[in-house]
């Protein structure tokens, strides 16, 4: 291959890939049905329904988003799991960290051509957030912002881990 023509090659994959991440982070994709096990409350208990919120406003958490107590009061299974850390810090090096930045601030390359900045994963009104609500807050996106619903991309495991490495951001 001609270096020029290599040029050129390399440069329109980059720039695909690019796109690829970008478009992931300003989807504005609606929240999607939750799993059976996104459901189950604490101790194994039923949630209700996504599609239809029966919860009354003050059943949700205050400040978490709208989470509903049930998604908030789910524990992270993985809790003190430096297996469960490490794997999320690669995923969250693949699929957040483009918006979000290499250290959580809301820095990232993709961060000024969203509509709002993407949030400090460091500050109070993240790290106050119960580990469920993290996690329904992964899973179902957050809308009318960039954040999209992750369930489609990572499995639960995967965004139980992303929770367990999002937690070392408190350490700062």
């Given at each position: 291959m001609h270096p020029q023509s290599r040029k050129k090659y390399v440069a329109i994959v980059g720039l695909a890939?690019?796109?690829?991440?970008?478009?992931?982070?300003?989807?504005?994709?609606?929240?999607?049905?939750?799993?059976?096990?996104?459901?189950?409350?604490?101790?194994?208990?039923?949630?209700?329904?996504?599609?239809?919120?029966?919860?009354?406003?003050?059943?949700?958490?205050?400040?978490?988003?709208?989470?509903?107590?049930?998604?908030?009061?789910?524990?992270?299974?993985?809790?003190?799991?430096?297996?469960?850390?490490?794997?999320?810090?690669?995923?969250?090096?693949?699929?957040?960290?483009?918006?979000?930045?290499?250290?959580?601030?809301?820095?990232?390359?993709?961060?000024?051509?969203?509509?709002?900045?993407?949030?400090?994963?460091?500050?109070?009104?993240v790290q106050e957030n119960s580990d469920g609500a993290?996690?329904?807050?992964?899973?179902?996106?957050?809308?009318?912002?960039?954040?999209?619903?992750?369930?489609?991309?990572?499995?639960?495991?995967?965004?139980?881990?992303?929770?367990?490495?999002?937690?070392?951001?408190?350490?700062?």
């Amino acid at each position: 291959m001609h270096p020029q023509s290599r040029k050129k090659y390399v440069a329109i994959v980059g720039l695909a890939i690019f796109s690829i991440l970008i478009s992931a982070c300003a989807s504005g994709s609606d929240p999607v049905e939750p799993t059976a096990a996104q459901e189950v409350g604490p101790a194994g208990g039923e949630g209700g329904e996504h599609g239809e919120d029966e919860h009354e406003p003050e059943e949700h958490m205050e400040g978490a988003h709208d989470v509903p107590d049930v998604a908030a009061a789910v524990p992270n299974p993985f809790v003190g799991d430096e297996e469960s850390v490490a794997a999320g810090a690669r995923l969250y090096a693949t699929n957040c960290a483009i918006c979000h930045g290499e250290t959580g601030e809301g820095d990232g390359p993709a961060a000024p051509g969203l509509d709002m900045p993407p949030s400090d994963l460091h500050e109070g009104h993240v790290q106050e957030n119960s580990d469920g609500a993290l996690f329904y807050i992964i899973s179902h996106g957050k809308p009318d912002t960039p954040m999209p619903a992750w369930d489609n991309v990572l499995d639960e495991d995967e965004r139980w881990h992303v929770v367990s490495f999002l937690r070392t951001f408190q350490e700062d």
